[in-house]
């Protein structure tokens, strides 16, 4: 099992350019998420699906958008990337309710020149 | 509004120094707080759930422990391995899907 993969690892833009964040599962997660994690902050959730076909914001949604593509797919994107974006990025799923661990992937670092 | 707090930011230890981590949180009602730890350039790694004060968890040297207000993450005799920040979570009660997270503390042993 792979578990929790995202991809890029890792990826420079331009202000104003546009990117998807891609993440997929296979521990048969129910619920995903995105989140952001910046030097001296805590990780902040931008948005989740509770499940296919589903997505709600978090705490800092805007200038995101997400899909739930399917149950194993979950992808974040950029329309318009400004520097304020510049972030490592993780993606996350539990398999709630049957339990509300969260298991993680490796992130992708971001930086929007 | 809902806050997580972690306390130290940093924690340098000599190898075999035991210390605590502090996470303190104001969510009332809480249904979840989870401790993870994450190494440089990696995801978050599950450590332990608690769900109710009083309930302690145990893995190797480290145990975790709740109150109504807090909780702590002990570290017993640690090794240079146990170098990483260590993050603690808070799920809250009214969504279970929204989870708010402390900075962290990181923590440096030192053979």
């Known amino acids: 099992n792979a578990g929790v993969t995202q991809t890029p690892k890792f990826q420079v833009l331009k202000t104003g350019q546009s990117m998807t964040l891609q993440c997929a599962q296979d521990?048969?997660?129910?619920?995903m998420y995105w989140y952001r994690q910046d030097p001296g902050m805590g990780l902040r959730l931008i948005y989740y699906?509770?499940?296919?076909?589903?997505?709600d914001k978090g705490e800092v949604p805007n200038g995101y958008n997400v899909s739930r593509l399917n149950k194993r797919e979950f992808s974040l994107r950029l329309e318009s990337a400004a520097p304020s974006q510049t972030s490592v990025y993780f993606c996350?799923?539990?398999?709630?309710?049957?339990?509300?661990?969260?298991?993680f992937g490796p992130g992708t670092r971001l930086t929007v020149l | 509004e809902d806050q997580v707090t972690q306390s130290p930011e940093a924690l340098r230890l000599q190898e075999g120094e035991s210390s605590s981590l502090n996470c303190s949180y104001t969510?009332?009602?809480?249904?979840?707080l989870f401790w993870y730890r994450q190494d440089p350039g990696k995801g978050p790694e599950f450590l332990f759930t608690?769900?109710?004060a009083g309930e302690e968890k145990e893995k190797e040297r480290l145990k975790a422990t709740l109150t109504k207000k807090e909780s702590f993450l002990h570290i017993t005799a640690p090794k240079p391995e146990d170098s990483a920040t260590y993050l603690c979570?808070?799920?809250?009660?009214?969504?279970?899907?929204?989870?708010?997270f402390g900075s962290g503390t990181k923590l440096n042993v030192k053979p």
């Open positions: 996350a799923g539990t398999t709630s309710p049957s339990t509300d661990t969260q298991y």
């Open positions: 521990m048969n997660h129910n619920s």
């Open positions: 699906s509770a499940s296919e076909g589903t997505t």
């Open positions: 969510v009332s009602g809480l249904r979840g």
């Open positions: 608690l769900y109710s």
């Open positions: 979570a808070v799920q809250a009660p009214y969504n279970f899907n929204k989870f708010y």
